[in-house]
Structures are given as C-alpha cells and as structure tokens.
C-alpha cells in the first residue's frame, strides 16, 4: 500500500492522470449553401455543370403513372401510359445557366424531340422551365401562366372538343409567355403575354417566322402554330399536320 501511494504521489507531482485523456474531434467546416449537387437545388429545372447538352429517356415509373392518372391521362385517352416516355433534356433557362428539363412525349416521339432540343441548346435558346404538366395538376392555363414548356397532357383543343395533339404525346408547347395563343381580333388570355403580341422584333425565347428554332423543328417534319391564320399559337409544335 505505503508503495502504490507513492506512485500515485508521483504521478500527481509530474501533472499526470490516471484517467484516458479525451480526444475532441476538430470542428466540421461550414458547408456552403450554395452546394454544386444538382439533386439539391430548388425549382423545376436543377442547374448543373455546364458539360454540353445531354439527354436522356425512359419509362414512365409506377409513381408517374399514379400522378397522371385523372390528371393528364384517363381512360379513354388515345395513348395508353406505356406509350409515353420521359424524356430528360438540358437547356439554357434566360440567365444562360444550363438546366435540366423533363418533357413527357410519345415514345416514336423521342428521337425528334432529342435531336431539336439538342440544336437549340447548340443555338443558346433561353426556356423558362421545362416540367411535366402534372405538375401544375393538368391545368393548361397555369402551366402558360408559369412559362412552363411541356408536351403530354390529355385534353381537347382548345374552344374546341377534339383531342389536342398534346393528348398524343407529339405535340410541344414551347416558352408560352413570350409566344402566345392568339385569337382572333389579336387577343390573348394572357396579361405576361401582352407585349408578346409585337411579333416585330426579336427578344430571347421570341419564336419568329425565321427563327433558327423554327426552323430546327420543321427540318424535323413538325409543324409549327405560328404559321397558323386564325388562331395563331406561336408556342405549338407537333408532329401530326393539323386538319
């Protein structure tokens, strides 16, 4: 005992413990709130590095297919579901940042729409946003009002009770705002589209009868809204000829 109490007195003397020291681990470092991970940034299109175009298809998932299901699809419709493909695209939005935007089309669809989207990111044209319909619940009116560009959505022309080539999965609408449905006598449904009715000059995401962007669709085989009479839809594209 009279031994082990002098150790201890040693120890104490020299400023040693008995006890296991306890090692702190050093403080993390901030992470930055601006994170470079596309999966984490907000909106409907993801900002990502800016590598060039690229693209991408596929099925619609089991939770996709709910989603639409009494929203943008229903029975009756003229396509069934596994007809459809999501078609992952990128492009520039109208601060020159790249995006990624989904359409869904028409599987026979997808090689035309890869291609055009592909020349006009080749050519910098600006799109708002690029989400499926669903997400503003089918409602095509909100879905200009956000400048949303979409294709599939099942629903009759508009003023009108025939299926929209939009029902067929071949059908884009393209920077809405800034090209709009015109009626006849020059009107549109739209306040935000309002200066857009000047089809004089060219501004960015502004379709014109001359337009390079025109033109990447219909070397395609589509037709283009804009040359329509009455009504006019500067913002349609689709495959099928109308009439």
């Keep these: 005992m009279r031994v082990t109490a002098l150790i201890l007195l040693a120890l104490t003397a020299a400023g ?10 050093p403080a993390a470092t901030p992470r930055s709130s601006a994170s470079t991970d596309p999966s984490t ?3 409907p299109s993801a900002t990502v590095a800016p590598t060039g175009f690229d693209s991408a298809s596929r099925r619609l998932t089991a939770r996709e297919r709910a989603a639409m299901t009494g929203v943008t699809w229903h029975e009756g419709c003229p396509v069934p579901l596994a007809d459809l493909r999501v078609v992952r695209l990128t492009h520039r939005d109208f601060e020159g940042r790249r995006r990624t935007g989904r359409l869904v089309v028409h599987a026979d669809a997808v090689a035309d729409v890869t291609a055009i989207f592909e020349k006009l990111y080749d050519l ?25 560009t979409s294709a599939f959505n099942c629903r009759a022309i508009t003023g009108g009770t025939a299926w929209s080539h939009h029902s067929y999965g071949r059908a884009i609408d393209v920077n809405p705002i800034e090209n709009p449905y015109v009626y006849s006598g020059g009107r549109t449904d739209h306040t935000g589209s309002q200066s857009y009715l000047d089809r004089s000059r060219e501004r960015p995401g502004v379709l014109l009868p ?4 025109v033109a990447a669709f219909e070397d395609a085989g589509w037709f283009w809204g804009g040359r329509w009479t009455d009504p006019v839809d500067h913002q349609h594209f689709s495959s099928m000829p109308t009439g």
């Design 210 to 213: 001359d337009s390079p962007e």
């Design 124 to 148: 910098d044209y600006p799109i708002r946003r690029m989400v499926p319909i669903e997400a503003y619940d089918g409602d095509d009116f909100a879905s200009i009002e956000a400048d949303n």
């Design 16 to 25: 040693c413990s008995t006890d296991d020291p306890v090692v702190e681990e």
């Design 41 to 43: 940034t907000t909106g």
